[in-house]
């Protein structure tokens, strides 16, 4: 299984910017997507953005395109997702997550598809 750890959360003023980042180890076979997801106090946990391990264009929530951008590391078995132009509503804790599976446009948002997950990183946009 793989282990996940992300890093790089914060507080932000709306507009800003921010990086997450996701430190893979463990199993490679088991994260052949990596993906992540939110979750804040009013909402369920809903998918961000994922990316396959082996090459491809990442997937984004409609909710985060033209602002998040993620791009993965295979040397440095990292993913990262540069947050701009923040707003109020991204406030949430972002969490990583690994899948054995290649997953599509019409799954990768499915938490269930995802079987090893990380901590979590508080990201807070507020002025």
């Known amino acids: 299984q793989a282990l996940l750890q992300e890093s790089g959360g914060g507080s932000v003023q709306p507009g800003g910017s921010l990086r997450v980042s996701c430190s893979a180890s463990?199993?490679?076979?088991?994260?052949?997507?990596i993906g992540w997801f939110r979750q804040s106090p009013a909402k369920d946990r809903e998918g961000v953005a994922a990316?396959?391990?082996?090459?491809?264009?990442?997937y984004y929530a409609d909710s985060v395109k033209g602002r998040f951008t993620l791009s993965l590391n295979t040397a440095a078995n990292a993913v990262f997702l540069d947050m701009n132009d923040l707003k109020p509503e991204d406030t949430a804790m972002y969490y990583c997550?690994?899948?054995?599976?290649?997953?599509?446009?019409?799954?990768?948002?499915?938490?269930?598809?995802?079987?090893?997950w990380g901590q979590g990183t508080q990201v807070t946009v507020s002025s």
């Open positions: 997550a690994a899948s054995r599976d290649w997953l599509s446009i019409g799954t990768w948002s499915n938490q269930d598809k995802y079987n090893s």
């Open positions: 990316i396959g391990i082996r090459g491809g264009n990442p």
């Open positions: 463990g199993d490679t076979i088991s994260r052949t997507t």
